[in-house]
């Protein structure tokens, strides 16, 4: 049975190979055996044997490479929340490839309502084929409830060889895989102007030790600020404090404690939380902020772009989709250009080196042999190397906030900024999804939220602010 075990590896290698061969924890291939309504290595031989025959022929190829099984013009619909052009268009050319292969009809539908829509369809006995979850807490939930199919043993070799264990942990239950990772966003990240930087004497900072060291040196000189901070976004105000606050945790305390703390087997009020919330608004003190807002608080998120390029402030930590927030035209990763924006991993004393992810998750609701060939396809570096050059295309070549962490993709249709994000989440040790999308609701999109916004205005401290969390997590 599959546990969260340690991470070995070494971060940020600037080679692909090396990424790729390097990584999160080795597979250990113990997954339980697939509960499905049929056996599962008839599933498999059905479903996922056919493509990997297929992909044997060309040259030893596996899941979602090669030939596959003719299925005839069968239909396979899924659904997902994402309903954003070029995003839908992009998954759908991503599918093409499979479709034609294997004589298949497939359509993804972008469901703005996926949330509230996909239960419906569930409880009234008509589900898609395949869904696309954003949150894997709700995925397990289908799963403890036996409303998504177990992935077949095709499905589970090839979510192995393209997957480091640590981005498959969050959608399994009692050591079987319920969902294939389709998309991974990279939290952990400094945004700045590298020639900025060098200008003013300052460097990467290596350590967390050093990053606040850096941040008190840019408070000390009197210039811009360390950093530009806002944490307004309407009804979900709050976030990017949350965002803040589980990559300290997992910095100064580690992944075990992360675990426990997200799965609460130890109280949201643990003094170790506490300490990482009390960082988290120390660093927001005094002369380390710009808020073009006016405040933190009253700051929208997506408002610190310009003041990095207006020369407000020296630095932003915000995930990979951030890049969308420059202005048109804006040079990324460019080492020639003064003006160029570029990001830099947010670094961790210690040799974990642990990274903060979100993404999204492909289940099966029937043990159809089509639909889990469908899935192990998308398993595989191949669906995001499909994507992710149908997204660029379509955007006309600027950065498409698309990144998936599958290794063994060709970096050629991915940009140098898009390549050092995939450098980082291949290389790391340590992945660990969001924990507010892994808490309850009242908790993750509710108290941590609001008392977070609470704290930040000063209206609480860090440890009552932790203790009006705890008190609303659900028995």
Avoid at 33 to 50: F, I, L, M, N
Avoid at 243 to 264: A, I, K, M, N
């Amino acid at each position: 049975m599959r546990t969260r075990g340690r991470l070995e590896g070494v971060l940020l290698v600037l080679a692909l190979l090396a990424a790729a061969c390097g990584g999160a924890e080795e597979s250990t291939g113990d997954r339980a055996a697939t509960p499905a309504s049929e056996p599962a290595d008839e599933v498999a031989e059905e479903a996922g044997g056919a493509v990997t025959e297929g992909a044997a022929e060309d040259d030893g190829g596996t899941a979602g490479e090669g030939g596959a099984r003719d299925f005839g013009g069968q239909s396979i619909t899924i659904t997902g929340s994402e309903r954003d052009e070029p995003s839908v268009t992009a998954i759908n050319a991503a599918l093409d490839r499979f479709e034609e292969r294997a004589n298949l009809e497939i359509e993804f539908l972008g469901d703005a309502d996926w949330e509230a829509n996909i239960n419906t369809q569930v409880s009234g006995g008509n589900p898609p084929d395949i869904s696309i979850f954003p949150q894997p807490g709700k995925l397990i939930a289908f799963a403890r409830d036996g409303l998504v199919v177990p992935l077949a043993e095709e499905t589970n070799t090839a979510v192995d060889e393209y997957w480091d264990a640590s981005f498959q942990t969050d959608v399994e239950l009692d050591g079987v895989l319920y969902g294939v990772p389709v998309k991974t966003d990279l939290k952990s990240l400094v945004w700045y102007q590298p020639a900025a930087f060098t200008e003013a004497g300052y460097e990467v900072p290596q350590t967390l030790e050093e990053f606040t060291a850096l941040v008190d040196q840019m408070a000390a000189d009197g210039g811009p600020a360390p950093l530009c901070v806002g944490i307004e976004s309407g009804a979900a105000t709050g976030w990017p404090f949350t965002d803040w606050t589980e990559d300290l945790v997992l910095r100064q305390h580690g992944p075990e404690v992360y675990d426990q703390w997200v799965s609460h087997e130890i109280p949201f009020d643990d003094e170790r939380i506490v300490e990482s919330m009390q960082t988290v608004v120390d660093l927001w003190s005094g002369d380390n902020v710009f808020a073009s807002g006016g405040s933190v608080a009253a700051t929208a998120f997506g408002d610190n772009a310009q003041p990095i390029l207006d020369g407000n402030c020296w630095m932003h930590r915000q995930a990979n989709f951030f890049a969308g927030f420059f202005p048109d035209g804006t040079p990324f990763a460019d080492p020639d250009d003064p003006n160029a924006v570029d990001a830099f991993y947010f670094p961790s004393d210690g040799d974990e080196n642990p990274v903060l992810t979100a993404g999204n998750f492909a289940a099966v609701f029937n043990d159809d042999p089509a639909v889990h060939a469908v899935v192990t396809y998308m398993a595989s570096a191949e669906y995001a190397e499909a994507r992710q050059l149908a997204q660029t295309e379509a955007l006309e070549g600027s950065i498409s906030g698309y990144l998936s962490a599958a290794r063994g993709q060709d970096m050629s249709v991915y940009q140098p900024l898009e390549q050092g994000f995939i450098d980082i989440l291949t290389g790391t040790e340590v992945a660990r999804f969001d924990g507010s999308d892994l808490m309850p609701n009242e908790v993750g999109a509710g108290s941590f939220w609001t008392q977070g916004v609470d704290l930040v205005i000063g209206d609480v401290d860090a440890e009552t602010a932790a203790e009006a969390i705890e008190a609303t997590w659900p028995e």
